[in-house]
């Protein structure tokens, strides 16, 4: 059984706990859907993480004790849904204008730049979670030989659609930002558009896959 812990006087957080793992996350996600197909009376919010999800509600209609009592009582219902992963392929761009950190990555792992890239096309990502800044979201999947850890200070004047990795995440920058994570690709996709009805690309669960485009 997960655990249930407050989160002040509007939010419970369900913690799965445990390393990050695709099995635990799939756990938080699935309890997500079920509180969405049925929401308590009061919920407000939910937001989904690595190993936990919070849920955020209305401390006049509601409190914790009653909206941790509804999600556990839906785990069971939680656990049984197997709907597969929606899939996404994300063209990238790896000249050197638009991954100024390709060549560093190379050096540090001992590859050359084609299999610097052809490491990163070879993986599998998936969303685990929403963080940081509107739009970002955290991938899992990073191949072994790429697992750098972060640039020992932030650099600024990154554009939108940046690909960057750290660790064994990866992500695809919405706003322009500073990061200290390795630039080593550029999209066109849109990932975060305010106009769309669902203004995010991605939901956790989903995967992705990188296509290299000229």
């Known amino acids: 059984m997960p655990a249930v812990r407050p989160i002040g006087e509007t939010a419970v957080l369900i913690d799965f706990g445990g390393g990050i793992s695709i099995a635990t996350n799939e756990r938080v996600i699935a309890l997500d859907r079920a509180l969405a197909a049925r929401p308590p009376v009061g919920m407000i919010e939910t937001v989904p993480a690595y190993v936990s999800l919070m849920i955020v509600f209305d401390p006049l209609v509601t409190d914790g004790e ?14 049984s849904d197997t709907r ?3 899939e996404h392929v994300i063209p990238v761009r790896y000249e050197a204008e638009c991954a100024p950190d390709l060549a560093a990555v190379a050096a540090a792992t001992g590859l050359t730049r084609e299999e610097v890239i052809a490491q990163h096309l070879s993986g599998e990502y998936r969303v685990f979670m929403y ?8 991938l899992g999947g990073v191949p072994p030989a790429l697992q750098l850890p972060r640039k020992p200070r932030a650099e600024r004047g990154h554009p939108v659609g ?3 990795i750290a660790g064994a995440q990866c992500l695809i920058t919405t ?9 080593i ?4 996709q849109v990932i ?9 690309l991605f939901d956790p669960g989903d995967v992705i896959r990188f296509e290299r485009v000229p």
């Open 185 to 188: 690709g550029h999209t066109a």
């Open 84 to 86: 597969p992963p929606r």
């Open 192 to 200: 975060l558009d305010p106009a769309r009805a669902q203004p995010f």
């Open 66 to 79: 009653a909206i941790a009592a509804h999600a556990l009582a839906l785990l069971d219902t939680a656990s």
């Open 175 to 183: 706003l322009p930002m500073p990061t200290g994570w390795w630039v």
């Open 162 to 164: 940046s690909v960057i």
């Open 131 to 138: 963080g940081f800044g509107p739009g970002y979201a955290y």
